[in-house]
């Protein structure tokens, strides 16, 4: 089988071209072609001896996830779903603002942690992405809209809060962002690139050592009792030891603060109480807070916050002191808002089947 050579970081490229006997330099070459010119063909790598283009031809590929659907929402956010093989889709969103472009990537087909408000945890899970299916996103947005080093740059920021938990396929993540981060690859800032975890405690600790970049954590409940409820992940790392590891991730964060993550769930944790709660629960973990409107799908057996249950949850984290930003919806039309990432799971786990039995068992 050839080697997919999008699945190396440039030091693992760089040990990989001198198994085949080439020089370091080459690895760079090649990363900067495939990466930053956005070139799957060796014939079209000119700088590249005739010679290895050649052996490169025999032994490597340069493969991308194969792109099955591109959406464009009427706000301008844009959607891809990219075939992954036997029936699975991922999705990528692009989201552009003013002053940046964020790219919101996936990490798994589907996810196996069972967050009860979230669509792809419905799902359940099928597998890994593999390092050149986490970064063929960003070639794709990048060749889906025709960026060159010349032009400027379209993605300026990404976010892994697609598909999956990126904290349990944490070597493919971690390459990845590498990827992403190297002056070869795509070169974008540590504080740009920012990991979304529902609170893997002890991959918290490995990802401050491996690659810190920006976190945010899920928090979305003021207490152990609501959160072992809505992320059952919980149960196993309960919220003392997650906001300790919060604390442990910051010595060497590249922001002085964590973003906590809190989606408002009619009735479920957005009392003026759970505020009140919520601020205790945080007071030693320098923060923000992003609130995110439950985004509803079929069966979801949640409602979203009111507008009035939002704004005084906010107003009353402010008064506290805290940054609070409300996430806005975008790309409505496309279904491209958080937690609508469905793409397509062959689900192994099946889940979606216990779901729909639930659901069909209210209906009655
Ligand atoms: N697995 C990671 C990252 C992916 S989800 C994590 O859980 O952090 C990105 C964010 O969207 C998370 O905060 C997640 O809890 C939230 N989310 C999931 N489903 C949602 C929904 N239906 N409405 C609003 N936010 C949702
Ligand atoms: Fe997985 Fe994140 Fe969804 Fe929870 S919210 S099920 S961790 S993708």
Known sequence: MKTNLLDFNLPQLTD?????????FRAKQIMRWMHQMGEADFDAMTDIAKSLRAKL???AIVGVPDLMVSQESEDGT?????DVGTGNGVETVFIPEDDRGTLCISSQVGCAL?????????????????TAEIIGQLWWANKAMGVTPKNERVVSNVVMMGMGEPLANFDNVVSALQIMLD?????LSRRRVTVSTSGMVPQMDRLKEACPVA???????????IRDEIVPLNKKYPLKELMAACQRYLVKAPRDFITFEYVMLDGVNDRPEHAREL?????????????????????SGYERSSNNAIRNFREILQE????????????????AACGQLAGQVQDKTRRQEKWIRIAEEKDQ
């Open 16 to 24: 990989h071209f001198a198994a085949m006997g080439e020089k370091p």
């Open 57 to 59: 031809h025999d032994c």
């Open 78 to 82: 844009r959607k891809w779903l990219l």
């Open 320 to 335: 506290a002191g805290f940054i609070v930003t409300v996430r806005k919806t975008r790309g409505d039309d496309i279904d």
């Open 183 to 187: 002056d070869h690859g795509y070169g």
């Open 279 to 299: 601020i205790a629960l945080v007071r030693d973990v320098p923060c923000k807070f992003n609130l995110i409107p439950f985004n509803p799908f079929p069966n």
């Open 215 to 225: 976190l945010a954590v899920s928090l979305h409940a003021s207490n152990d009792r």
């Open 114 to 130: 069972e967050c009860t408000f979230c669509s792809t945890g419905r799902q359940g899970f099928n597998r890994n992405l593999s």
